[in-house]
């Protein structure tokens, strides 16, 4: 009897440990078909936008000098409530204002932007801005900060975005002194950091104005921090108006860039007297275009007939329309999945129009038959030296392969602050620095770029018709100078330049008379300090090996430092959690496998591997899996083709992962070399 209770007993237990393990598998085939559901179709989150206009003193007209007397600033805001109110690739997003001066004021809380009643009452909020005295913009990024994080969390179902406009810097009131200036710095810096640790991007916009150019402080020091701070929290872009015209197309270009479309020069530049018409090409495989239309008059009337002539209407079930005759001066088109051909624009009225196609294309669309290759520049590129852009391919079709045609060129050019600072036309000739003529790969080199944010605007030309264009942002940082000073009382070359060498009566050197006692000590200062630079390096290597062999670190394996943030993941997935990396000294990226760093819903992608740097610090590097894993992982917005190394800050992107490397020793060295952060007082700006 005992024993036949035993085995009902034992098998009972079996049929629910089958039942448990039956329901486990259910359970993980039904996350695995969800997950792959939303993947294939996840839209784009929508936006929680802040723009911080700044309205201090020297934006308004003063004493003849004013960056923006005519409030196009408060146009620009506008263009972008209205695109954002039409733009269906960034439905539910939410917009607010931050004016800011000497204090900040939230003027528009976060409002949903698909009403029409609430864009009007945006409108009506911002239209008549008051001066606000002097600038503080680390209030108001404060305030931007507080506002989209209350209680330091990012809502993961929403995008977060700022948009900062300042013409000024900050000052401390009366006399700053040269400390204070620089703990207020840090403070924006470290304000940034919080940003970025949750993903939002702070695009900055500059404006100029004879104030600004004459102020070394802003060209020299706040230029350059307004750019840092848009290249550390990608991928913000930093803009510069040299004149208050130019905001309504910077403003244009930043929300097109957030709506995830591709846009370029105006496709209507027209003046018109009574009636005119314009022809705007819509090619296919488009999920959406956006027309942009910006008129001088209001009064002056936009029609927009589709392929054959009949007329895109307000109230179509494809078309969500903004702006209306006689009260606007901007009015948006956004059609969605739109016929290709040729649309057609009519125009009645008097004054002048200008107009962007902004296109969004379909997740499906068949992949463009020339597409641009090679062009991999660094993330950071070192200042006062030529930058070369090797190995660049046009490549043709499905088939992948390189272009090779005479009638190819490759046009190089490099911009700051959104304008050209330099063009050269990429060469395939076996000169300079093109490694083989006539291979399909090309190679151009710019001199000197600029310190600060740039990017690189490709572009390939067959027979001189556009086939395809690329970007690759980078930031080029000033690295110190080493500089070599001879032993005392040496003279080096430079100091005798200027003299004129010992000779015969004609100025030149004797036939016999061989080296000068001067170009002997010269000579003999030259061998001295080679010499010296010499002993000190042999010295350094030497004692560098005996280290590493004898002290501390001897016979320690390097393993893996550090751990990843997720910053975006897949539905259903937390954020914000660090995923530490194992005590390993290899280790794998994806999947969900032990002995690497799992990433639910992707395949293994990338390999980690810990080394260890010539002063003996442990550092970690990652490479992909195979060439074809590339394309799915990106450092810094860069395609992953080699093995790179991972410094604290940098951003990865594996498949639908988004994360970031975090290094508590790299972090730790790097705010040794910085001041204590404080906040301090009041701050002014330009008058």
Same mark, same amino acid.
């Given at each position: 009897?005992?024993?036949?209770?035993?085995?009902?007993?034992?098998?009972?237990?079996?049929?629910?440990?089958?039942?448990?393990?039956?329901?486990?598998?259910?359970?993980?085939?039904?996350?695995?078909?969800?997950?792959?559901?939303?993947?294939?179709?996840?839209?784009?989150?929508?936006?929680?936008?802040?723009?911080?206009?700044?309205?201090?003193?020297?934006?308004?007209?003063?004493?003849?000098?004013?960056?923006?007397?005519?409030?196009?600033?408060?146009?620009?805001?506008?263009?972008?409530?209205?695109?954002?109110?039409?733009?269906?690739?960034?439905?539910?997003?939410?917009?607010?204002?931050?004016?800011?001066?000497?204090?900040?004021?939230?003027?528009?809380?976060?409002?949903?932007?698909?009403?029409?009643?609430?864009?009007?009452?945006?409108?009506?909020?911002?239209?008549?801005?008051?001066?606000?005295?002097?600038?503080?913009?680390?209030?108001?990024?404060?305030?931007?900060?507080?506002?989209?994080?209350?209680?330091?969390?990012?809502?993961?179902?929403?995008?977060?975005?700022?948009?900062?406009?300042?013409?000024?810097?900050?000052?401390?009131?009366?006399?700053?002194?040269?400390?204070?200036?620089?703990?207020?710095?840090?403070?924006?810096?470290?304000?940034?950091?919080?940003?970025?640790?949750?993903?939002?991007?702070?695009?900055?916009?500059?404006?100029?104005?004879?104030?600004?150019?004459?102020?070394?402080?802003?060209?020299?020091?706040?230029?350059?921090?307004?750019?840092?701070?848009?290249?550390?929290?990608?991928?913000?872009?930093?803009?510069?108006?040299?004149?208050?015209?130019?905001?309504?197309?910077?403003?244009?270009?930043?929300?097109?860039?957030?709506?995830?479309?591709?846009?370029?020069?105006?496709?209507?530049?027209?003046?018109?007297?009574?009636?005119?018409?314009?022809?705007?090409?819509?090619?296919?495989?488009?999920?959406?275009?956006?027309?942009?239309?910006?008129?001088?008059?209001?009064?002056?009337?936009?029609?927009?007939?589709?392929?054959?002539?009949? +007329?895109?209407?307000?109230?179509?079930?494809?078309?969500?329309?903004?702006?209306?005759?006689?009260?606007?001066?901007?009015?948006?088109?956004?059609?969605?999945?739109?016929?290709?051909?040729?649309?057609?624009?009519?125009?009645?009225?008097?004054?002048?129009?200008?107009?962007?196609?902004?296109?969004?294309?379909?997740?499906?669309?068949?992949?463009?038959?020339?597409?641009?290759?090679?062009?991999?520049?660094?993330?950071?590129?070192?200042?006062?030296?030529?930058?070369?852009?090797?190995?660049?391919?046009?490549?043709?079709?499905?088939?992948?392969?390189?272009?090779?045609?005479?009638?190819?060129?490759?046009?190089?050019?490099?911009?700051?602050?959104?304008?050209?600072?330099?063009?050269?036309?990429?060469?395939?000739?076996?000169?300079?620095?093109?490694?083989?003529?006539?291979?399909?790969?090309?190679?151009?080199?710019?001199?000197?770029?600029?310190?600060?944010?740039?990017?690189?605007?490709?572009?390939?030309?067959?027979?001189?018709?556009?086939?395809?264009?690329?970007?690759?942002?980078?930031?080029?940082?000033?690295?110190?100078?080493?500089?070599?000073?001879?032993?005392?009382?040496?003279?080096?070359?430079?100091?005798?330049?200027?003299?004129?060498?010992?000779?015969?009566?004609?100025?030149?050197?004797?036939?016999?008379?061989?080296?000068?006692?001067?170009?002997?000590?010269?000579?003999?200062?030259?061998?001295?300090?080679?010499?010296?630079?010499?002993?000190?390096?042999?010295?350094?290597?030497?004692?560098?090996?005996?280290?590493?062999?004898?002290?501390?670190?001897?016979?320690?394996?390097?393993?893996?430092?550090?751990?990843?943030?997720?910053?975006?993941?897949? +539905?259903?997935?937390?954020?914000?959690?660090?995923?530490?990396?194992?005590?390993?000294?290899?280790?794998?990226?994806?999947?969900?496998?032990?002995?690497?760093?799992?990433?639910?819903?992707?395949?293994?992608?990338?390999?980690?591997?810990?080394?260890?740097?010539?002063?003996?610090?442990?550092?970690?590097?990652?490479?992909?899996?195979?060439?074809?894993?590339?394309?799915?992982?990106?450092?810094?917005?860069?395609?992953?083709?080699?093995?790179?190394?991972?410094?604290?800050?940098?951003?990865?992107?594996?498949?639908?992962?988004?994360?970031?490397?975090?290094?508590?020793?790299?972090?730790?060295?790097?705010?040794?070399?910085?001041?204590?952060?404080?906040?301090?007082?009041?701050?002014?700006?330009?008058?």
């Amino acid at each position: 009897m005992m024993n036949r209770l035993r085995r009902l007993k034992r098998g009972c237990f079996l049929v629910v440990l089958a039942g448990v393990v039956l329901l486990i598998l259910l359970c993980a085939a039904l996350f695995v078909l969800v997950y792959r559901a939303q993947a294939q179709g996840t839209p784009r989150l929508p936006l929680d936008a802040l723009l911080l206009v700044d309205h201090s003193n020297s934006m308004w007209d003063k004493g003849g000098v004013g960056s923006d007397p005519d409030l196009l600033r408060v146009r620009a805001a506008g263009l972008f409530v209205a695109y954002l109110g039409v733009d269906t690739a960034r439905a539910g997003s939410r917009l607010g204002v931050i004016h800011f001066g000497g204090e900040s004021v939230l003027a528009v809380p976060l409002t949903a932007l698909d009403d029409a009643g609430n864009r009007q009452a945006i409108r009506a909020a911002i239209a008549d801005p008051q001066r606000m005295d002097w600038t503080d913009p680390l209030e108001a990024l404060q305030l931007a900060y507080d506002t989209l994080f209350p209680r330091g969390q990012r809502d993961p179902a929403r995008q977060p975005v700022v948009i900062l406009l300042t013409d000024g810097k900050p000052e401390l009131s009366p006399a700053p002194s040269p400390t204070n200036q620089a703990a207020y710095v840090a403070d924006l810096r470290a304000l940034v950091d919080r940003f970025r640790e949750l993903g939002c991007p702070v695009f900055t916009i500059a404006l100029s104005s004879q104030a600004t150019d004459r102020d070394p402080e802003i060209q020299t020091v706040y230029r350059n921090l307004w750019q840092e701070m848009a290249a550390h929290t990608p991928p913000a872009e930093y803009h510069e108006a040299r004149t208050a015209d130019d905001l309504l197309g910077i403003y244009h270009a930043v929300v097109a860039r957030l709506s995830g479309a591709e846009s370029g020069a105006p496709v209507v530049e027209a003046a018109v007297e009574g009636q005119a018409s314009e022809t705007i090409v819509v090619e296919e495989g488009l999920a959406q275009v956006t027309l942009v239309v910006l008129r001088s008059d209001p009064a002056l009337e936009v029609r927009l007939l589709r392929p054959g002539g009949a +007329p895109a209407r307000p109230d179509d079930p494809d078309v969500r329309h903004t702006g209306e005759r006689g009260a606007t001066r901007e009015e948006m088109w956004a059609i969605a999945n739109p016929r290709p051909g040729r649309w057609t624009l009519e125009l009645r009225g008097q004054g002048t129009v200008l107009a962007w196609r902004d296109a969004v294309p379909r997740d499906d669309a068949r992949a463009p038959a020339y597409a641009i290759d090679g062009a991999d520049v660094p993330a950071r590129v070192p200042a006062g030296q030529p930058l070369e852009v090797a190995g660049v391919s046009v490549r043709r079709g499905a088939a992948n392969e390189a272009l090779v045609d005479t009638g190819l060129q490759i046009l190089v050019e490099l911009r700051r602050a959104g304008f050209a600072e330099a063009t050269a036309l990429a060469r395939d000739d076996g000169a300079g620095c093109d490694a083989e003529p006539g291979d399909g790969r090309y190679c151009a080199v710019l001199a000197d770029p600029p310190p600060g944010a740039c990017t690189l605007h490709l572009r390939a030309l067959l027979d001189g018709a556009e086939v395809a264009r690329h970007v690759v942002a980078f930031e080029v940082v000033a690295l110190p100078r080493l500089e070599m000073e001879p032993p005392s009382g040496v003279e080096s070359i430079e100091d005798r330049a200027g003299e004129q060498p010992r000779g015969d009566e004609q100025g030149g050197p004797t036939a016999d008379s061989g080296p000068t006692a001067d170009s002997r000590l010269t000579a003999g200062g030259r061998w001295l300090v080679a010499g010296a630079a010499g002993l000190a390096t042999a010295a350094g290597v030497g004692g560098l090996l005996i280290w590493r062999r004898h002290g501390p670190l001897a016979g320690r394996r390097v393993r893996l430092e550090g751990g990843l943030r997720v910053l975006a993941a897949p +539905p259903g997935h937390p954020t914000g959690a660090l995923l530490d990396l194992p005590a390993a000294r290899l280790a794998t990226l994806g999947g969900t496998g032990k002995g690497g760093v799992a990433l639910p819903g992707e395949p293994p992608r990338a390999t980690l591997r810990a080394a260890r740097s010539p002063t003996g610090d442990a550092e970690t590097w990652i490479a992909p899996l195979a060439a074809d894993d590339s394309a799915e992982v990106t450092l810094n917005e860069h395609p992953l083709k080699t093995a790179r190394r991972l410094r604290d800050g940098d951003v990865l992107t594996v498949g639908t992962y988004r994360l970031r490397y975090e290094s508590l020793r790299q972090a730790s060295a790097g705010r040794a070399r910085h001041r204590p952060r404080r906040r301090v007082g009041s701050v002014g700006g330009v008058t």
